[in-house]
């Protein structure tokens, strides 16, 4: 688990545990010693507030017990949380490609015109493929050759063609021919005349970069 995902899973477990409580402390006694730490470390980035001596003191009072311990999220907190929870995952982590998919990496102009495409769904005949927003959300950037990195099926690659193919006709061909070039895919309106999905809307090898214009 990564350092993000493991700050959140203490994040939602506070969030859990004080909403569950009408005070809304996490108090000694719910969370191991160990978690503990990591709240505490947490505390130094402004997403949880410790109980000072006088909140302990009134919490004691609630327990009947001596509280040792507490704390609860910040507003910073709580949106850190609501934020991490709203973003997809990336079904792969970066450099580790399952059989079926292929590591595609795009340049800002292709990932601009792809998020256009994808943020089109639900107003388009031909939408984007399955999964294939998520990709777009969850991908990530080599800042040292400017490539955005996803992990695509062969229906995916077919619908990058197709929304680079309608950036094509309405503006700028560069995209949708590097990609051609690169991936050896390309949307052929001949071809996918028939099909109900853009990821049917595309030719791969060298027959597809063969139909390109």
Not at 29 to 47: C, F, I, R, Y
Not at 119 to 148: E, F, N
Request: glycine share 12%; hydrophobic share 35%; net charge neutral.
């Amino acid at each position: 688990m990564r350092n993000w995902e493991r700050a959140l899973s203490v994040l939602e477990a506070l969030c859990e545990r004080g909403q569950a409580a009408e005070h809304g402390w996490t108090l000694d006694t719910e969370l191991l010693p160990s978690h503990q730490q990591q709240v505490n470390a947490l505390e130094g980035q402004g997403l949880v507030e410790l109980a000072c001596r006088e909140d302990r003191a009134e919490l004691s009072v609630r327990e009947g017990r001596p509280v040792r311990w507490a704390g609860r999220l910040t507003s910073y907190g709580h949106d850190t949380l609501t934020y991490g929870q709203s973003r997809p995952r990336a079904e792969h982590p970066p450099g580790e490609a399952a059989p079926d998919r292929q590591l595609v990496g795009l340049i800002p102009s292709q990932m601009a015109a792809l998020r256009v495409f994808v943020s089109l769904t639900g107003q388009l005949r031909v939408p984007p493929a399955a999964g294939l927003a998520d990709q777009v959300r969850a991908a990530s950037c080599d800042h040292g050759i400017k490539r955005w990195r996803l992990h695509l099926t062969q229906e995916q690659m077919g619908s990058v063609a197709y929304g680079l193919w309608l950036h094509r006709m309405t503006g700028s061909a560069a995209e949708a021919n590097r990609f051609a070039r690169e991936y050896g895919v390309v949307h052929s309106p001949a071809r996918a005349s028939d099909s109900p999905s853009a990821g049917g809307a595309a030719a791969r090898g060298g027959a597809g970069v063969g139909g390109r214009g």
